[in-house]
């Protein structure tokens, strides 16, 4: 029963999910460690963490080890695996040793950057550890027929990174990564705020703003909303309110750089998949696939239609999961 357990790892930069065959997805928490800067030992991880963000004292600071996809802090990213992996256990119900595991990697990765995703994983007791790309588990969560020859063309917009991939007969054809994401949407929103304003707010003010008032750049009814945070001029508390076409023009540019990686990527589409793509249309995933009207705007601008996948957030997770059958099955066949 120990030996044989398998799960699928999305260690994505915002949020780390793990999947399991039998009972799916069994934890979703965002990917922050809160770490003591004398001992170097890990207090929190996940929620408790994330809740930390901001509101440390000194020697208490919170991390993300996580860059664009990435591993930024080796160190760190291990010490979370291994709180994560028992989190997962016990809401498994049992203890996690030596599992199989697949995790997903950004498809512009270097080998270098996929060896260390590799040996953090290992180094937490993984038995195997097997890598898959984030555009083809994205593909597979969404349900889409990734083995058969047809063109599925996944765009999961995470928390690092922008994926953008045509997919057939089980690999990637053409695809584009690009390192903006949600968090530099929040950048965005956090430095026109600081410039029109005069107003410092944190990380999680500015991914409430975007979650709630944030739109793509089509037509809609203005929303407003009050932020706090601390004046740059006297020090102070201040309560401003910020209207949802301000914030529309500050990630304006963010979102014009995922849309040249989409059209980029289907320039480079062999032209007798184009015809599929016509048909089928492309799949949003990833937390980016939720911004007010994303999905309009980007039909209006690459004229094919766009579907946002059944669960955007999970897709990952639930193909690296999945992902181990199909594993399986190569192995049986190389056999």
């Given at each position: 029963m120990f030996s044989n357990t398998e799960i699928g790892i999305d260690l994505g930069t915002a949020n780390t999910l793990v999947y399991s065959k039998n009972k799916g997805i069994v934890l979703n928490e965002p990917s922050v460690v809160a770490i003591d800067t004398e001992t170097k030992t890990v207090l929190a991880v996940g929620l408790e963490a994330k809740s930390m963000i901001g509101k440390t004292p000194g020697n208490i600071v919170a991390?993300?080890?996580?860059?664009?996809?990435?591993?930024?802090?080796?160190?760190?990213?291990?010490?979370?695996?291994?709180?994560?992996?028992?989190?997962?256990?016990?809401?498994?119900?049992?203890?996690?040793?030596?599992?199989?595991?697949?995790?997903?990697?950004?498809?512009?990765?270097?080998?270098?950057?996929?060896?260390?995703?590799?040996?953090?994983?290992?180094?937490?007791?993984?038995?195997?550890?097997?890598?898959?790309?984030?555009?083809?588990?994205?593909?597979?969560?969404?349900?889409?027929?990734?083995?058969?020859?047809?063109?599925?063309?996944?765009?999961?917009?995470?928390?690092?990174?922008?994926?953008?991939?045509?997919?057939?007969?089980?690999?990637?054809?053409?695809?584009?990564?690009?390192?903006?994401?949600?968090?530099?949407?929040?950048?965005?929103?956090?430095?026109?705020?600081?410039?029109?304003?005069?107003?410092?707010?944190?990380?999680?003010?500015?991914?409430?703003?975007?979650?709630?008032?944030?739109?793509?750049?089509?037509?809609?009814?203005?929303?407003?909303?009050?932020?706090?945070?601390?004046?740059?001029?006297?020090?102070?508390?201040?309560?401003?309110?910020?209207?949802?076409f301000e914030i529309q023009d500050a990630i304006k540019e963010s979102l014009l750089h995922i849309l040249e990686a989409i059209r980029a990527t289907l320039e480079d589409c062999p032209p007798e998949l184009s015809g599929d793509i016509v048909d089928q249309g492309v799949i949003l995933t990833g937390g980016g696939a939720l911004l007010n009207g994303i999905q309009e705007w980007l039909s209006n601008e690459i004229v094919v239609p766009v579907h946002i996948a059944p669960n955007p957030l999970e897709s990952v997770a639930i193909g690296t999961g999945r992902s181990l059958e199909v594993i399986h099955k190569l192995q049986k066949a190389a056999r």
């Open positions: 991390v993300r080890p996580l860059k664009d996809g990435v591993i930024a802090d080796f160190d760190v990213t291990t010490q979370m695996l291994k709180q994560i992996m028992k989190k997962a256990g016990k809401k498994l119900g049992f203890s996690i040793r030596k599992p199989n595991v697949v995790v997903c990697t950004p498809s512009g990765s270097t080998s270098v950057e996929r060896r260390a995703i590799h040996d953090a994983v290992k180094s937490c007791g993984a038995k195997h550890v097997h890598l898959i790309e984030e555009p083809v588990a994205a593909a597979i969560g969404a349900d889409l027929p990734v083995d058969e020859p047809i063109a599925n063309v996944v765009v999961d917009i995470g928390g690092g990174t922008t994926e953008v991939a045509i997919i057939s007969f089980g690999g990637v054809v053409s695809c584009n990564s690009i390192r903006i994401g949600g968090d530099q949407l929040d950048e965005d929103i956090v430095q026109f705020v600081r410039k029109k304003y005069n107003l410092l707010i944190g990380e999680r003010t500015a991914e409430q703003i975007k979650v709630e008032i944030a739109y793509a750049l089509v037509k809609h009814e203005e929303l407003s909303m009050e932020v706090r945070g601390r004046d740059l001029v006297t020090g102070l508390p201040k309560t401003i309110t910020l209207r949802s």
